[in-house]
């Protein structure tokens, strides 16, 4: 079966998954995650699992991004509704990442934003590298709150569980991704060293999941999960509450910022469902509040 993205496979069943950009818009060869984009995923992820496969890498064909972000004005465009239901299939076809029951890791060569870095925290890992001397650093994290919405796809869930939960929220809720330099420690499983090729990046990727099977008990970790590996849990109500507070205080009141520690309340006390779904109804309900009409207009105009 034919699908719209490349799929490489190694002679021990690793399959490396290119994310590339629509053929419609191709933006400079940016990719952007768009209706195109997530329904590739989906025909990607349903053909990975029916020919089975030992394990995942998640790559992006850009040379200028891993992935740029959402669409924002695609999802603008929509209606309520529509946006519910456009979040929805976003985060099935992510979901089905961690349902091949694989270990999965994303290869980070380049900025990796908002949704972007969603669809990577979907992998159990994370493999990443710093620019060589004199190029450009790029951004890794979540900025919807600069715009005065939120993370729709769970990152509210999943970088907490990644690294400091308290500069994980304070992040989040400020709109502030990092410098790839200046990552905090826990998001990357490995980084390498500035200048290496994403084909180095691949390897260490494919390292990695080879490791994990040689890990005792390796299977019963990674099969059968619908939610990312790591993600908000109740077994974390401790700590994430300890956080929550920490964080609270630290960041100013504003709708983005009350919706971001929201969902993380609701992924400790309730789950990764009931917490997405907080994020979904938070994001369509932002939007149209004054802060995000504004921002959203100007960075519009701009695109």
Same mark, same amino acid.
């Given at each position: ?6 799929? +490489? ?7 490396? %998954? ?25 025909? /990607?992820?349903?053909?990975? #699992?029916?020919?089975?496969? &030992? ?12 992935? #740029? ?12 509704? *529509? ?7 976003? $985060? ?7 349902? %091949? ?35 450009? @650093?790029?951004?890794?994290? %979540?900025?919807?709150?600069? %715009? ?7 990152? &509210?869930?999943?970088?907490? /569980? ?10 989040? #809720?400020? $709109?502030? @991704? ?20 994403? *084909? ?14 040689? /890990?005792?008990? #390796? ?17 974390? *109500?401790?700590?994430?509450?300890? *956080? ?10 504003? @709708?983005?910022? +009350? ?32 802060? /995000? ?11």
């Amino acid at each position: 079966m034919p699908t719209p993205l490349r799929i +490489d496979r190694d002679s021990d069943g690793i399959v490396t %998954l290119w994310l590339e950009p629509n053929p419609a818009k191709p933006r400079g060869g940016v990719v952007v995650l768009d209706a195109w984009l997530i329904s590739a995923i989906s025909a /990607a992820c349903a053909q990975i #699992a029916l020919d089975g496969c &030992t394990g995942l890498v998640l790559a992006s064909a850009s040379t200028r991004v891993f992935v #740029a972000g959402a669409d924002l004005a695609e999802i603008d465009a929509l209606d309520d509704a *529509a946006l519910h239901n456009y979040l929805q299939r976003g $985060g099935a076809a992510f979901a089905a990442i961690p349902a %091949l029951g694989v270990p999965s890791v994303a290869v980070i060569h380049k900025a990796a934003l908002g949704g972007g870095l969603e669809l990577a925290m979907h992998c159990d890992a994370l493999v990443g590298t710093l620019p060589a001397e004199g190029e450009k @650093p790029w951004m890794v994290g %979540l900025p919807e709150c600069g %715009l005065c919405i939120c993370p729709g796809w769970g990152g &509210t869930q999943m970088l907490p /569980a990644r690294m400091d939960p308290k500069a994980a929220m304070v992040a989040t #809720a400020n $709109g502030a @991704p990092w410098k790839c330099a200046d990552v905090p420690a826990g998001l990357f499983a490995c980084v390498l060293p500035a200048g290496s090729t994403q *084909a180095q990046m691949i390897d260490e990727a494919k390292r990695w999941i080879r490791a994990q099977h040689a /890990a005792p008990s #390796a299977t019963p970790q990674f099969a059968g999960k619908q939610a990312p590996r790591q993600a908000i849990s109740p077994r974390d *109500a401790a700590r994430m509450e300890a *956080a929550l507070a920490s964080a609270r205080a630290a960041v100013p009141a504003s @709708p983005h910022a +009350d919706a971001c520690f929201d969902c993380v309340h609701v992924g400790y006390t309730r789950g990764w469902d009931e917490a997405v779904a907080a994020e979904r109804a938070h994001l369509v309900r932002l939007r149209h509040t004054p802060e /995000a009409r504004a921002k959203l207009t100007a960075f519009l105009s701009k695109s």
